[in-house]
């Protein structure tokens, strides 16, 4: 993915301020005062970037490059968060002056890490769907409801989950049809699969639960057999041993 100059810009100042300002995981402290003040400028800089922006490809690109810095800023949130043990104050602050900002960044139930919830990216498919990043913040939004919804693959599924489960396959298929060499479509045909294996039992009629086992077996199958040896495949290969034999 060729990286915006800004975007690059950003990520060079962020390695200065990690060297100069971060103190050690080691110390336990990796945010200071100063580093989140910093940060937070850049962030409402890129948000006037976008408010300035009126053209559709200007202003997705705008984004594109909000929703990755607000990104960025997660990811330090959660190595603090590793290297405390727990949120300290200067961490909830930094998440309070985050939601001030209309940037929703909670902590997940099942994990605890910190997740912010890709409003940027979703509003750039609303203007760009074929657009130069579409392939990534497309992959980061199905990336995220999948792992929110199967924290624990053999967890039984919750209504909600369902639904959003069953309103998810076609947009698998439509990342697989639209970007088929992508080095995340393996993931995208594993969460396809998973998705059609959980779902089956839980269908409402024979014909329907069929389809889905024959879309459970079809996606893991060939994540088997496509990238042997890698964790999705192991999986895959687990998952399959669960399922029906085929009826001849």
Same mark, same amino acid.
């Given at each position: 993915?060729?990286?915006?100059a800004?975007?690059?810009?950003?990520?060079?100042?962020t390695?200065v301020?990690?060297?100069s300002?971060?103190?050690?995981?080691?110390?336990?402290t990796l945010?200071?005062p100063q580093?989140m003040q910093?940060?937070?400028?850049?962030?409402h800089?890129q948000q006037?970037?976008?408010?300035?922006?009126?053209?559709?490809g200007?202003?997705a690109?705008?984004?594109?490059v909000?929703g990755s810095?607000a990104r960025l !800023? @997660?990811d330090?949130?959660?190595q603090d +968060?590793?290297a405390?043990?727990q949120?300290? %104050? #200067?961490? &909830?602050?930094f998440?309070k002056?985050?939601?001030?900002?209309?940037i929703?960044?909670?902590?997940?139930?099942?994990?605890g890490?910190f997740?912010?919830d890709?409003?940027?990216f979703?509003q750039?498919?609303?203007?760009?769907?074929?657009?130069?990043?579409?392939a990534?913040?497309r992959? !980061? @939004?199905?990336e995220q409801?999948f792992? +929110?919804r199967t924290g624990?693959a053999?967890? %039984? #599924?919750a &209504?909600q989950?369902?639904?959003?489960a069953?309103r998810?396959?076609p947009?698998?298929?439509r990342?697989?049809?639209?970007?088929?060499?992508?080095?995340?479509a393996?993931?995208?045909r594993?969460?396809?699969g998973?998705e059609c294996h959980?779902?089956g039992?839980r269908?409402?009629?024979?014909?329907d639960?069929?389809?889905l086992?024959?879309?459970a077996?079809?996606s893991l199958?060939?994540v088997?057999?496509n990238?042997?040896?890698s964790i999705e495949?192991?999986?895959?290969e687990a998952?399959?041993?669960?399922l029906?034999?085929?009826?001849?």
């Amino acid at each position: 993915m060729k990286i915006p100059a800004d975007l690059r810009r950003f990520l060079a100042a962020t390695v200065v301020l990690a060297a100069s300002g971060w103190h050690c995981v080691q110390a336990h402290t990796l945010l200071d005062p100063q580093l989140m003040q910093n940060l937070l400028a850049e962030l409402h800089q890129q948000q006037m970037r976008v408010a300035e922006r009126t053209e559709p490809g200007p202003k997705a690109e705008a984004l594109f490059v909000l929703g990755s810095r607000a990104r960025l !800023l @997660v990811d330090l949130l959660n190595q603090d +968060l590793s290297a405390h043990g727990q949120p300290d %104050p #200067l961490t &909830a602050l930094f998440v309070k002056r985050l939601a001030a900002m209309e940037i929703a960044v909670v902590a997940a139930e099942r994990d605890g890490r910190f997740r912010y919830d890709l409003d940027a990216f979703r509003q750039y498919l609303r203007l760009a769907p074929r657009g130069a990043h579409a392939a990534d913040a497309r992959f !980061l @939004v199905l990336e995220q409801a999948f792992r +929110l919804r199967t924290g624990d693959a053999a967890a %039984p #599924l919750a &209504a909600q989950d369902e639904a959003a489960a069953r309103r998810a396959l076609p947009e698998y298929e439509r990342f697989l049809t639209r970007f088929p060499l992508d080095p995340r479509a393996r993931e995208a045909r594993f969460f396809l699969g998973v998705e059609c294996h959980r779902l089956g039992p839980r269908a409402k009629d024979e014909r329907d639960r069929m389809r889905l086992r024959d879309c459970a077996r079809q996606s893991l199958t060939e994540v088997a057999a496509n990238y042997p040896g890698s964790i999705e495949a192991r999986a895959a290969e687990a998952l399959l041993e669960q399922l029906p034999a085929p009826e001849p």
